[in-house]
């Protein structure tokens, strides 16, 4: 008997892992891919595109390599205890490599939608369109599992920031961090001749409210109004 039918999207962490585990389980899986390579949001590229995740230059992964690792494939040896964004792209080639994944992955084939048959209730089916080279196409899949991520789709409500951003002009700032987590503690920002940022460890909303007062109280001295 056939194995099922499954459409995973997304080439990123999550997917890979996905995929090795279908063929492992009998299933058949398709893979579609947005962008034209594996690594999702581990695969730096100089120039931010959009529709695909992005991380910065300097990113280095704050999980141990034993913790990011899949669990039957570990990092080597020789590898540092706390991969840089190169070694992880590194190692995610590796696996790729290592269970024959490639040829499943379908690039530059973005889903655009998902949606269950219309006789979903008896078939589970679902309808998977898929535009690649400016054509939509409809797949038929018994399953589909979605492995897109977090953090393709810019989440920016600068909208509701207005204030930030009025404060770091009026300053002169080049940048005005709000150090929020571990993962802003790994941004390198140049040195310029402005004192370029606000720094403050890891504040809670609280803490980064207070920190805008304060900013808005320098501009009130000013006689600068928000
Ligand atoms: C700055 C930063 C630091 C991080 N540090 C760590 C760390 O130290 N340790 C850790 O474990 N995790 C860390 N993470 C979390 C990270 O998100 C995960 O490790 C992991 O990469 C998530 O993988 P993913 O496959 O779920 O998603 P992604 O890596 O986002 O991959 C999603 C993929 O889906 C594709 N895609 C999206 N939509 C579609 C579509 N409609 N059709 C086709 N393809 C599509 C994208 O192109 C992309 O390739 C960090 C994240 C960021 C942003």
């Not at 280095?60 to 991969?83: C, G, Q, R, V, W």
């Not at 998977?128 to 899949?141: D, I, L, M, N, P």
């Not at 920190?211 to 009130?220: K, N, P, Q, R």
């Amino acid at each position: 008997m056939p194995g099922k039918r499954i459409a995973v999207i997304g080439a990123g962490v999550s997917g890979l892992g996905a995929i090795k585990v279908c063929l492992e389980e009998g299933l058949e899986p398709t893979h579609f891919e947005g962008s034209d390579d594996i690594g999702g949001v581990w695969r730096y590229e100089e120039k931010a595109k959009t529709d695909r995740p992005s991380i910065y230059k300097s990113v280095i992964s704050n999980s141990s390599k034993e913790m990011t690792a899949y669990s039957d494939y570990p990092s080597p040896d020789h590898f540092p205890n706390y991969l840089p964004n190169s070694k992880i792209m590194e190692y995610l080639r590796m696996y790729v490599q290592h269970f024959g994944l490639m040829k499943h992955i379908h690039f530059l084939s973005k889903v655009c939608s998902v949606r269950k048959r219309s006789n979903f209730s008896c078939t589970g089916q679902w309808d998977v369109v898929v535009e690649a080279e400016g054509k939509q196409k409809c797949y038929v899949f018994d399953g589909v599992m979605v492995c897109s991520g977090l953090c393709t789709d810019p989440f920016l409500p600068l909208h509701n920031f207005p204030a930030f951003r009025f404060v770091a002009e009026s300053l002169g700032l080049e940048f005005l961090v709000l150090k929020t987590g571990r993962t802003l503690e790994k941004i390198k920002i140049p040195e310029t001749e402005n004192k370029p940022w606000l720094e403050h460890e890891r504040p809670s909303k609280e803490v980064s409210v207070t920190l805008l007062a304060i900013y808005s109280a320098m501009l009130e001295e000013q006689n600068v109004t928000v």
